[in-house]
């Protein structure tokens, strides 16, 4: 499929065909995180305050942290897209354009291609509808859905508000990774602005955890290793490390920032068995800290030699194969984008 509209056109005539639309069903990545989900929530909350029937789809259970965000509302299985599919006026992708991304509801897009755009902001990107709305210079997909919502003046109450500031701080680490800008700030002003508590929603987020969780990051690091002269820190996760924690596979969520504290770590690599596969997930930093001007290795470029994808800074991957196999393929992998004065044996 060749998309029609992208970029800024496409705003336009996705702002439109939801002004327009009575339902709109709306659907992203199967592993939603709080971009994802809070780009979601914040759609249909706004939605359901013009009067219009919003309904949700996840590939996953909702990781249990983002619980509150999708409180209230109503949300469905991927299996009765097919079912009810010819109901919704508009189907809305937010937080991806990719289907690998998209397993649990590939095989349901076709019967609603027609009705679907796409709100994204990741760098890898497939034409999967024909309306594009694709901005790899916003900081969040949350980013894009204030913005949208400025542009249907539809007016953001405190809920809306805190799903849109809650997708924005995940993806830019409480405003403090990389990518976090002046229309990041912006939007999050605005949420503020609609009654938001920013100590309430971080503590929701970030403070909200599970004993397991917390066992599962000792786990972690123990495994961890450092290579390429201790610029490459590589975490591992096994079937086991879940089974004898109680953690679920939801909570590795961020962890995989923490090697990122040691001064000489220029790139985590975290790998995940889940299921047939292993899930791998990379994030970069700018180093080294020697004087000279710092760089970050772009971890997007890295993931898409592996066949997954991302954004410069934080990517990800799924491959087939042993922890051991993974983990040497993807530090190899690593290995080749750093700068030529690190020796990737050491």
């Known amino acids: 499929m060749n998309a029609e509209t992208i970029g800024n056109d496409a705003r336009v005539e996705i702002a439109r065909r939801i002004a327009a639309a009575e339902s709109i069903l709306l659907i992203t990545h199967d592993r939603p995180d709080g971009d ?3 780009c979601m929530a914040a759609l249909a909350r706004a939605a359901g305050a013009q009067g219009k029937r919003a309904t949700l789809v996840c590939g996953r259970p909702v990781p249990r942290r983002y619980a509150f965000v999708v409180e209230g509302l109503e949300l469905i299985e991927p299996a009765r ?3 009810v599919g010819p109901g919704w006026d508009v189907v ?6 990719t289907l690998t991304q998209l397993e ?7 019967a609603v291609c027609d009705r679907t755009v796409v709100i994204d902001h990741h760098r890898s990107r497939e034409d999967i509808a024909p309306v594009i709305w ?3 210079t916003a900081a969040a997909a949350g980013v894009m859905v204030a913005e949208l919502l400025d542009d249907l003046a539809w007016p953001m109450d405190r809920l809306t508000a805190r799903a849109v500031l809650a997708a924005i701080c995940s993806d830019t680490g409480w405003l403090h990774f990389a990518n ?3 229309r990041a700030l912006a939007a999050a002003q605005r949420c503020l602005d609609a009654g938001v508590a920013a100590d309430e929603l971080y503590a929701k987020l970030f403070q909200n955890d599970r004993p397991q969780r917390l066992a599962l990051l000792g786990r972690l690091l123990g495994s961890m290793r450092l290579t390429c002269e201790g610029r490459v820190a590589v975490m591992t996760a096994s079937a086991a490390d879940f089974r004898d924690t109680g953690a679920e596979r939801d909570e590795t969520e961020n962890l995989i920032n923490e090697p990122l504290r040691i001064a000489d770590v220029g790139v985590s690599i975290l790998l995940v068995a889940d299921g047939d596969r292993i899930r791998g997930s990379l994030r970069s930093k700018a180093w080294p800290d020697n004087g000279s001007a710092p760089e970050a290795v772009d971890v997007a470029a890295v993931a ?3 066949g997954g994808g991302g954004h410069a800074r934080a990517a990800g991957f799924r491959m087939s194969g042993t922890l051991a196999e993974v983990t040497a393929t993807a530090v190899a992998a690593v290995a080749k984008a750093l ?3 690190v020796d990737p044996a050491r």
């Not at 809305?92 to 354009?97: G, L, Q, R, Y």
């Open 180 to 182: 976090t800008d002046s």
């Open 81 to 83: 897209i097919a079912e």
């Open 134 to 136: 694709s901005d790899p």
């Open 104 to 110: 649990s509801v590939a095989s349901a897009l076709p």
């Open 92 to 97: 809305v992708i937010v937080d991806t354009c």
């Open 304 to 306: 898409e030699t592996l």
């Open 36 to 38: 994802a989900l809070g």
């Open 339 to 341: 700068p030529p004065s």
